[in-house]
């Protein structure tokens, strides 16, 4: 049985081990779709500063996100004590609750630079906050339900960095832009399907620790087959969105996008748990460029 390995107490602790605690991997996609909201929200009438587009990626990536990805791993420290034994905190190079504190402390920084932004772009970073740690934390611990975990975890990587940037772009004025609120809610489902696919690899200590994560539920081949679902209906939404506004250029791009998608999601059926990781630098690669180029689009039809 794997047991969270015990630390000296006279052991330092070492930097590389916080930022590995934040997971800078999982940065890009909240920064990417801030990003897209930064693009949708721009343009004429608006104004933007280096400094609250600075201070905004640094919200989306390693403070919103990395707050939740310590989170996550303080209170998934016995789950990751199966599936990742060499992470900080099961092997000891984190010990004690500095797991805990280091996800504490990173959140109230987030706090402190989104409040320095804007009053709005604090109400949402507060929101995304309290998406991730309700995710992870007890008594509501979303991530123990299949649906449920996906779909926070999409809404806040996505959705709430989307408008985020569209917030720091332009005010509470871009939010009313044509498309801006529906494409970050359909992106948000669609990135729930991407999700789905990050969860195989800890389909076993899942298992064990009663986390009903859909491929712990229903296999790996059932929940890829689900996932894929998930990734393309939402896209052909955005597809049928842009169409209807007269955007179809961006709606083209979209729908090859889409296209060279499904012939990945072809290719990881042979097997989804060997593939996935090829699917996320392929697939998913696509899946963004369509999100940019939705945001061009909104941004093109606002003048």
Not at 40 to 63: F, I, K, N, R, V
Request: hydrophobic share 55%; glycine share 12%.
């Amino acid at each position: 049985m794997n047991r969270i390995r015990a630390a000296g107490r006279s052991q330092a602790i070492a930097p590389r081990d916080i930022l590995e605690l934040l997971k800078p991997v999982t940065w890009f996609a909240p920064v990417w779709a801030f990003g897209c909201g930064l693009v949708a929200g721009g343009g004429a009438g608006t104004s933007l500063s280096l400094a609250e587009a600075a201070g905004g990626l640094l919200l989306a990536g390693p403070l919103v996100c990395g707050a939740s990805q310590a989170a996550n791993d303080w209170f998934d420290r016995h789950v990751d004590a199966v599936n990742e034994p060499d992470r900080p905190i099961p092997s000891g190079r984190l010990p004690g609750r500095t797991g805990l504190y280091v996800a504490v402390t990173v959140s109230l920084l987030a706090l402190a630079v989104a409040a320095a932004i804007s009053t709005l772009v604090l109400a949402a970073t507060a929101l995304a906050l309290l998406s991730g740690w309700a995710y992870s934390a007890p008594p509501l611990r979303l991530k123990a339900n299949g649906i449920a975990g996906v779909l926070v975890t999409g809404i806040s990587y996505e959705g709430l960095a989307w408008l985020t940037g569209a917030l720091v772009a332009g005010g509470a004025a871009a939010l009313s832009r044509p498309l801006m609120l529906p494409a970050a809610l359909l992106y948000s489902l669609g990135a729930a399907g991407i999700m789905v696919l990050n969860d195989f690899k800890a389909v076993e200590g899942d298992r064990q620790s009663g986390i009903r994560s859909l491929p712990a539920m229903l296999g790996i081949a059932s929940s890829a087959r689900l996932a894929c679902w998930m990734m393309a209906l939402p896209q052909l939404g955005v597809i049928a969105l842009l169409t209807w506004h007269g955007l179809t250029y961006g709606a083209a791009f979209v729908a090859l996008s889409l296209a060279l998608q499904g012939l990945a999601m072809r290719r990881m059926a042979r097997d989804p748990r060997a593939l996935a990781p090829w699917y996320n630098q392929t697939g998913v690669t696509l899946f963004v460029a369509g999100m940019m180029a939705s945001a061009i689009a909104i941004r093109a039809a606002a003048g």
